[in-house]
T-cell receptor
Framework: EAGVAQSPRYKIIEKRQSVAFWCNPI?????LYWYQQILGQGPKLLIQ????????DSQLPKDRFSAERLKGVDSTLKIQPAKLEDSAVYLC????????????????FGEGSRLTVL | QQQVKQSPQSLIVQKGGISIINCAYE??????FPWYQQFPGKGPALLIA?????SEKKEGRFTISFNKSAKQFSLHIMDSQPGDSATYFC???????????FGKGTRLSVIA
């Protein structure tokens, strides 16, 4: 079974530029998450989707971050304009929840997209 | 109330020793407590998880101990090996389709 795919793996941009990250979850996973992991810290939730609807985006800085999950499969996270403090690894994760009314609770993470803002 | 506090920040253990990482939480609605393991350049991966109806869960060399009254849980790694060197995150979430809240992580180094 293929894992969660993310691209690009690395991105370096100047502040005030824009960037987009792509995620393809495990096939059949209804729930998709974007987490931000700053160096030396734990992952922090940005947004949670179930199918193509937003479940939780309370911690998403909506003035500069946006995310969408069209057709309930792939997702894109965009940052515009980027700030220095956005330098982090952006992790996408997916889980079974919602497919069959039950879940082990396990999140499956991709390898992340490392963003450096100069 | 959403925080999970993890300690220590870093840990060095001799090969064959026991590694212990602790977490504390405040939100009494939390009822799922996993530990994730992360190697450099990789995403976190589930190691072991527990729900509050049991006080301990063991899988191979890894054990979670859970103290509901103290709102604390810990990860014990027995017979620690150099291959266990990684960053470990505790996490928690309420029931239902709610996202995990992660601790800040513990960087474990197992030296020969």
């Amino acid at each position: 079974e293929a894992g969660v795919a993310q691209s690009p793996r690395y991105k370096i941009i100047e502040k005030r530029q824009s960037v987009a990250f792509w995620c393809n979850p495990i096939s059949g996973h209804a729930t998709l998450y974007w987490y931000q992991q700053i160096l030396g810290q734990g992952p922090k939730l940005l947004i949670q989707f179930q199918n193509n609807g937003v479940v939780d985006d309370s911690q998403l800085p909506k003035d500069r971050f946006s995310a969408e999950r069209l057709k309930g499969v792939d997702s894109t996270l965009k940052i515009q304009p980027a700030k220095l403090e956005d330098s982090a690894v952006y992790l996408c994760a997916s889980s079974w929840w919602g497919n069959r009314g039950a879940s082990t609770g396990e999140l499956f993470f991709g390898e992340g997209s490392r963003l450096t803002v100069l | 109330q959403q925080q999970v506090k993890q300690s220590p920040q870093s840990l060095i253990v001799q090969k064959g020793g026991i590694s212990i990482i602790n977490c504390a939480y405040e939100n009494t609605a939390f009822d799922y407590f996993p530990w994730y393991q992360q190697f450099p350049g990789k995403g976190p991966a589930l190691l072991i998880a527990i729900r509050p109806d049991v006080s301990e869960k063991k899988e191979g060399r890894f054990t979670i101990s859970f103290n509901k009254s103290a709102k604390q849980f810990s990860l014990h790694i027995m017979d620690s090996q150099p291959g266990d060197s990684a960053t470990y995150f505790c996490a928690a979430s309420p029931s239902g389709n709610t996202p995990l809240v992660f601790g800040k992580g513990t960087r474990l180094s197992v030296i020969a």
